[in-house]
């Protein structure tokens, strides 16, 4: 990148687990919280912003275009420009990039962006019969047309079709996304024992950075309309063991498979916004940056594979700046799947994949101690278009908590994508 763009400063909503029934807020009211407290700490007015930009998956039906929505309700003015991108899982990490481009390109030097998705909100449909039906009723003008097509509905017309099932199946190889975490677990022999421990040792992680506080200085509280306080991500077990994962069974592959939804991420509804700002600005406001966002790469692979994408992301981020995945300090992984991030460390440490793919041997994955040291999404969910800015907003406060100076964030995008942007702390 050739002209530096600074993270400013960050903040998110607890993630707040769906639970079969529409949650607390919207995506705007979680975006709108989250941007409010955000703009309310910095030294210059909501206005000066350039334009907002933000992520998200799936907008309800009212609020289409979220992102203008949203930058009008935290008051940011009508002069404001507020525009909405959706890249699936990385529609957070999209909004940084977009507008690391209008920073780099001129367009703008103060620029809020971030992601949100309210996935508790998401619809129930009609069935293509019902729809069929429903066209056919209100096309019939008389009585006894109105009764032939009367009689032709059936019981089962009225089933409502889960909008969030349709959402999470990849329309060209017809598989939901937990069928391509089944597909990696068998591609690189991963057992459901190494799933469930991965699980576990995420919601561990999270217990952890939760009790010492990891978490205190980019989470703004919410109040819910019943006055209740929700202060912290509210999906981690702090009882989760292997033998209470074991009695699970597995939900996309019923008869063969291993993926559960306590190795799965979690529905969750949540929002995360960084501002970024390039050099002049910072200098201008008299801004201190949290850090900088070096780099970032996007990249394709086959769909049904779409769990690899943060390896497909993050090596040629790492060829580019003479890097191995241990010479960064930290790295945030999405955790879509619990297999799906064992099968990105060992594709990024088997020379066969790697040689095929990037014509190079495995660099290595990175250790441990360097992966997701607060846990991920597996404990915290993953509100789909949140998760992308969630992660480089937290890769950057781990790096300045234990003093490091780069670190990698990378993401899983259903349709058989990656994303990932390395960063450093200034």
Known sequence: MSLRVYVVDGARTPFLKARNAPGPFTASDLATAAGRALLLRQPFAP?????????????????????????LRMGCGNAVPGWTVMRNCASGMQALDSAIANIQCGRSDLVLAGGVDALSHAPLLFSDRMVRWLAGWYAAKTPVQKLATLRSLRLGDLAPVIGIMKGLTDPIVGQLMGQTA???????????????????DSHRRVVAGQDAGHYRDEIVPLIDRDGAVHAADDGVRRDSSVENLGKLKPFFDKKYGRVTPGNSSQITDGAAWLVLASEDAVERLGLTPLGRIVDSQWAGLAPEQMGLGPVHAALPILQRHGLAPNELDAWELNEAFAAQVIACLRALADDAYCSEHFGTAAPGAPDAARLNVDGGAVAIGHPVGASGARIVLHLLHVLRRTGGGRGMASICIGGGQGGAMLVETV
């Open 47 to 71: 206005d000066r912003l350039d334009e907002v930009i933000l992520g998200c998956a799936s907008p309800s039906a009212d609020e289409v275009n979220i992102g203008r929505v949203v930058a």
């Open 182 to 200: 089944e597909n990696l677990a068998w591609k690189f022999g991963i057992t459901r024992a190494e799933m469930d421990a991965y699980a576990v």
